[in-house]
């Protein structure tokens, strides 16, 4: 990289604190004042910088506008693809990839289990939001007045006995999610069907989908679907990763006795 777009691309990141002035521009780059001039002139042709009125310069709006179309390029389900089809392999276990639109989760991909017995969901049909790990997943990251507001906003249907009964408790369980880091349906839509799930997470920090595993007590039962909770977890972490754009996003999980468990 030459010596002058990696300055100029040094001072993005100074800005990003606050405004600068150009005194503070040329101390922090150790170069000239005139050196740092230009190079604030050519970022400001672009729009990247902008000149305030104190003669301070900031972040412009033509970086906000790149990020956004970088942003809105993005395919969350391009990405994760590979990653699904990879853990379905490891698994051998139903593979989802489901985000919400229009107050909606919906499934966005599929992979299918290498088993006989086959799950009915398809892709591009929205699931039941109440039950589904992938919805409690993605619900989970609301602001909390969204998410009271969405969660009274709901019906309730009692597909089986251990389907969430009211809004009270749906919040419950998504507080728990949250605090855990992953989403369980063991029986809440399907008696016979358990699912584990865990979110990717965008640039922005916030869970733009959620990857589950799903299967059928005769193949396995919950608590073996529930011990590739770390593999689920792993694979969400990975897409994040590349999805996020590099390791400074994580997917963690938030407490050392929760890790612990994964680990076992």
């Given at each position: 990289?030459?010596?002058s777009v990696d300055r100029a691309l040094s001072i993005l990141p100074l800005l990003a604190e606050g405004p600068a002035g150009l005194e503070q521009v040329a101390t922090r780059l150790d170069v000239h004042k005139s050196t740092a001039l230009r190079l604030l002139r050519t970022l400001h042709a672009h729009?990247?910088?902008h000149r305030q009125p104190d003669q301070r310069y900031r972040l412009g709006a033509g970086l906000f506008g790149l990020a956004q179309h970088a942003m809105e390029a993005l395919d969350v389900r391009e990405t994760a693809h590979p990653y699904l089809v990879a853990l379905g392999e490891?698994?051998?276990?139903t593979v989802h990839l489901a985000v919400r639109e229009e107050g909606e989760v919906v499934y966005v991909d599929k992979v299918d289990s290498r088993y006989p017995v086959r799950m009915y969901s398809r892709v591009g049909r929205p699931v039941a939001i109440t039950v589904a790990a992938v919805a409690k997943v993605?619900?989970?990251?609301?602001p909390e007045p969204e998410r009271r507001s969405t969660a009274a906003r709901l019906e309730y249907p009692a597909y089986t006995p251990c389907s969430t009964p009211d809004a009270a408790a749906y919040l419950a369980e998504l507080a728990v999610v949250r605090e855990q880091g992953w989403a369980a349906d063991l029986g809440g839509h399907e008696e016979s069907i358990n699912c584990v799930a865990a979110p990717v997470r965008g640039p922005d920090g916030r869970v733009?989908?959620?990857?589950?595993?799903?299967a059928p007590n005769v193949?396995?039962?919950a608590e073996e679907l529930l011990a590739l909770r770390p593999l689920v977890l792993s694979t969400a972490r990975a897409v994040t990763r590349e999805y996020a754009g590099g390791d400074a996003i994580p997917n963690p999980l938030p407490n050392p006795s929760q890790r612990e468990a994964d680990r076992a």
């Open positions: 990289m030459s010596q729009g990247l910088v490891e698994c051998g276990h993605l619900l989970a990251d609301l733009a989908a959620a990857l589950s595993i799903s193949v396995v039962t």
